[in-house]
Nanobody, 120 residues
Framework: QVQLVESGGGLVQAGGSLTLSCAAS????????MAWFRQGPEKQRELVAS???????NYRDSVKGRFAISTNNAKNTAYLQMNSLTPEDTTVYYC??????????????WGQGTQVTVSS
């Protein structure tokens, strides 16, 4: 059974930092494409950052230079370091994992989400 369990969300003042963690079980984060999405009320879920099994990283424009995605294979955990937070970053953040393409039909896994609230 695959589980992605997020932690690290909370309330922070504008300009502050948070680090989200995504502890995985049932998959090896180093072999999967891992990503963080976020979704606000009545909004579409949007990709924040992703990291491939080869270590290639991508970020949405609004977080470039402020957020950093990483994985720790030994801990089987993905992270999202968030700096210089603004109220516009307030929403629920979701951890995501996608199985490798060469394993056959790709399977998506989602965490339960963690709330990030940035006060002005």
């Amino acid at each position: 059974q695959v589980q992605l369990v997020e932690s690290g969300g909370g309330l922070v003042q504008a300009g502050g930092s948070l680090t989200l963690s995504c502890a995985a079980s049932g998959i090896a984060v180093g072999l999967y494409t891992m990503a963080w999405f976020r979704q606000g009320p009545e909004k579409q879920r949007e990709l924040v950052a992703s990291i491939s099994s080869g270590g290639n990283k991508n970020y949405r424009d609004s977080v470039k230079g402020r957020f950093a995605i990483s994985t720790n294979n030994a801990k089987n955990t993905a992270y999202l370091q968030m700096n210089s937070l603004t109220p516009e970053d307030t929403t629920v953040y979701y951890c995501y994992g996608k199985s490798p393409r060469n394993w056959g039909p790709q399977i998506d896994y989602w965490g339960q989400g963690t709330q990030v609230t940035v006060s002005s």
